[in-house]
């Protein structure tokens, strides 16, 4: 009944509609706490916090989020331990605490990379790099958060895309000469700066298009 409850949970916040999605969590949770299932309970936990997250409850969302790393790292899981870090990361750069966020950010990081996670990697590294943006900080670190994320996109074939536009709004202000020689020197790689600049040529190209 848990994982069916879990499911119904999953498919509601899918749909969007994260008040069902919250019940039937809440009900996956109460079984797998009798069960005595430490991994469900944390996984669970997780997903309420994200749902809580959605609905703007961000008390509850740091409450669950805090629940769910209590009980992960007790119990080793570290794959969703990192996952959490990175939604408390996310959590905290919503409220604008930018200190906090790249806390969290930089913990779910240290564990992906132990773990070789580098899907967890490259979207941690791209929030990195929004957030450098965001609080008005370094574009040489901004820059390098992002090739990060995306030398990780180009070996997997799977480009970041929220790097690649935030990339393409740091040249956008910088300039391209600018850019060029920041990018440069962050990849300290001639082929991988062509490929991502590439790949800020075919976003210009599509955004024009679409004008």
Known sequence: MARSYGQ?????QDRGDHAQAQQEYSRALAIREQLGDQHGMATIHHNLGTVAQMLGDHDEAEHQYRQAINISERIGDQATTAATYAML??????RRNHHEAERHYRRSIDISERLGNQAQMAAVYSQLGILETDRGGSAVRAITWHVQALAIGLQRGTAQEDSVRHLAM????LGPDRFCV?????????????K???LLDQ????DRDRR
Not at 182 to 194: K, R, V
């Open 8 to 12: 119904l949970g999953r498919l509601a």
């Open 89 to 94: 990361g996310a959590l905290a750069y919503k």
């Open 203 to 206: 976003l210009d190209a599509a």
């Open 196 to 198: 991502i600049t590439a």
């Open 182 to 194: 920041l990018l440069a020197n962050a990849t300290g790689d001639t082929d991988q700066a062509e």
């Open 170 to 173: 740091i040249r956008g202000e």
